[in-house]
């Protein structure tokens, strides 16, 4: 399941995230690569002990714990992230993330976006799914959410600069057709509720999600 997500960060925290970035001390992105993804990796990111990107991370992982979709979509466990940045003549090519970074599974792939699409060329990120590649350039503050499984690349920026904050989530929920149960679940019963209050209906959806997350949660 692919779902974008609108306003993860408000234009003033994009802002305010972008000027604190402009003063971190970025290393060549092959650092963090997979020995085979190191050989189209061409990139920068700001290390993980940097205490700007430390700040940064902290800031946009709360601002997805706390948006509306991400966490009945995603359930996350266990959220990993990174700061990284493509100017001109650097790419991602295509590649499947780790399915463990850190000691973590990825099930689920992030991006936040923090350009304006506007002010850089290409970088699109570009995910190969069963239905055809879907490529991906959303508002600064949007993000994307799509499976970790997918073969998936980043476009060669031609110009500009793309600033965006990557990670990769360990859910609560392993397979992710399950998720996607959940999430529709999730989704019926904040609809009744607002529709009807707290019915017998609801009651019967409130406790199957709860029984389906005991069943399938880790």
């Not at 060669?156 to 399950?178: F, H, K, N, Q």
Request: charged share 25%.
């Amino acid at each position: 399941m692919m779902l974008g997500l609108e306003a993860v960060l408000t234009p003033d925290e994009v802002a305010a995230i972008a000027a604190r970035l402009s003063g971190a001390a970025y290393q060549d992105g092959k650092a963090t690569a997979g020995w085979h993804a190191r050989q189209v990796k061409e990139n920068d990111q700001v290390p993980a002990d940097d205490p700007i990107s430390r700040a940064v991370r902290i800031e946009i992982e709360d601002a997805l714990r706390r948006h509306p979709v991400f966490s009945p979509a995603v359930q996350p466990k266990f959220i990993q992230l990174l700061v990284n940045r493509y100017g001109p003549g650097q790419s991602y090519g295509t590649h499947v993330d780790d399915a463990f970074m850190n000691g973590r599974r990825t099930d689920v792939a992030v991006t936040v976006f923090l350009s304006d699409p506007g002010t850089y060329d290409g970088g699109e990120l570009v995910v190969e799914t069963a239905a055809g590649a879907q490529a991906i350039k959303l508002p600064a503050g949007a993000a994307i959410v799509y499976p970790a499984t997918f073969l998936h690349r980043v476009e060669p920026v031609t110009r500009g600069e793309r600033l965006a904050c990557v990670g990769w989530v360990e859910s609560r929920i392993r397979d992710g057709a399950a998720r996607e149960i959940l999430f529709d679940l999730e989704r019926a019963r904040r609809a009744l509720f607002q529709q009807h209050g707290k019915t017998a209906e609801f009651d019967l959806i409130a406790k199957a999600c709860a029984n389906l997350l005991r069943r399938w949660g880790e």
